[in-house]
């Protein structure tokens, strides 16, 4: 990286920290949205990593991961330089959503268009050509679903041995083999030679203390590894990969009552929960079909026939 950075026809140079603001759209009352980006550059130069959250609005573990970095300083490089985006999505962090007003799922945008497309590809456009030729590799943060959480973990393709050895440096509980999903914002860098780690845990509009610690300590080790910092660090914690995910269904319409916790191992057999009849006429046991490992779980109690109850992890 030179010594002096462009984004966005703004310089940065070594030891600056700047905030360039995109201007994305406006709102129906003429409000102008803008897109902040946070820019730490070390006196000495280095990798250049990349840390965003909200790409889907209501997802608000990674925005709060990222927050809490910037206000303990931690954010800030040694050598090399940090992006970070707090909030992606700003339309949908306003609204309390997971897409844009159109519906729209930005990371099923990529890589975007210039003009003529659709909000999420235009902002999907914007970071493709502003921020991912300038940096080397990044974390996404994302979480699970409404009413679905997950518990902390790398999504990456063990194929990419680039982005394996990442993602082992970030230490997470566990690593998920996951091949990047066409039009994602994973994909689009992938395909040009950036490496970007997808790191899950909670659920969306609720904060999840252990999995917002696990991601600040999983970054601030990434980025030991990449020499930006000389933090001191706990041993690494036990760490799992898993090949294969799935999830279990429910089998009737009831009430879900779980006998498993996110992050737990199960055998083949073990009963994992129970489905009951709101009327007490039906009482129905959840069995383990293959042993395996919780990664994601149904915390509505309400199901139907065929709702996604339990994510598992197994090899």
Known sequence: MPDI???????????????????IASLPTRTSIDLPVHIY?????????????????????????????IDSNAVIPEQGTVIAIPIVNIYGFIQNSRGLPDGKDINRSFPGVKKGGSLATLLAHTLMKYIIPNIDCGVDFHTGGASRSNFPQIRVDLLNTHALELAQYFNPPIIINSKPIPKSFRNSAQKKGKPILVYETGES?????????????????????????????????????????????????GLFLPK???????????TLGYINGAYGELHSKIIARQEGRVIGLNNCPVVNKGDAIIHFSYN
């Open 205 to 253: 509009s609720r904060f999840d203390e252990d999995g917002i610690n696990e991601g600040i300590k999983g970054t601030i080790r990434l980025m030991k590894h990449l020499k930006m910092n000389s933090s001191k660090l706990d041993a690494p914690t036990p760490m799992e990969i898993y090949n294969k995910t799935t999830w279990m269904r429910a089998s009737y319409a």
């Open 41 to 69: 550059r070390a006196p000495k130069d280095g990798p250049v990593l990349l840390l965003t959250g909200g790409l889907h609005g209501d997802e608000l573990n990674g925005v709060e991961i990222i927050r809490r970095m």
């Open 260 to 270: 498993i916790k996110l992050g737990q191992t199960f055998k083949k057999k073990q």
């Open 5 to 23: 950075i462009t984004i966005n026809r703004e310089q940065i140079k070594l030891g600056e920290h700047k905030v360039i603001n995109f201007d």
